[in-house]
């Protein structure tokens, strides 16, 4: 809230988004925040930083439902279900690069999520 541009409900905003997401990996992740406009991004990205980036949140893409996962902004509920599908049908997921094999998700979505994701098969 110290900063100019950001005011009691704009804050709870961005600590509500960093929640949803699991954390931020770039700053430019503000701008995809209700209510950051260009201007207050602009007034406010040389005074902010990104820093323990082992503290994301991720997710075991081996071992998530689809219900669970659709709820990461990143990834709309039928994607989710697309994703759990072709794990369930092709095995699981060894790295990020699997996901190109689904065919329906654009590099840019594989590059958004990908900092979220773990491809743990040994524990649930």
């Known amino acids: 809230m110290s900063l100019k541009g950001i005011g009691t409900i704009l804050s709870k905003r961005i600590l509500k988004y960093k929640e949803v997401l699991g954390g931020f990996y770039r700053i430019e992740q503000l701008k995809e925040v209700y209510g ?3 201007e207050t991004y602009d007034l406010i990205k040389d ?3 990104v820093s323990n980036l082992e503290g994301i949140k991720k997710i075991n893409i081996n071992h998530i439902d689809a219900n669970s996962l659709g709820k990461h902004p990143y990834l709309s509920p039928k994607d989710a279900k697309l994703i759990v599908n072709y794990r369930d049908q092709h095995g699981n997921y060894a790295n990020i690069e699997d996901f190109t094999k689904i065919g329906t998700l654009s ?3 594989i590059a958004k999520i990908a900092p979220y ?3 743990e098969n040994d524990s649930r």
Do not use: G, W
């Open 107 to 109: 590099d840019l979505a």
């Open 36 to 38: 950051v406009t260009p």
């Open 47 to 49: 005074y902010i930083m």
């Open 117 to 119: 994701l773990i491809f």
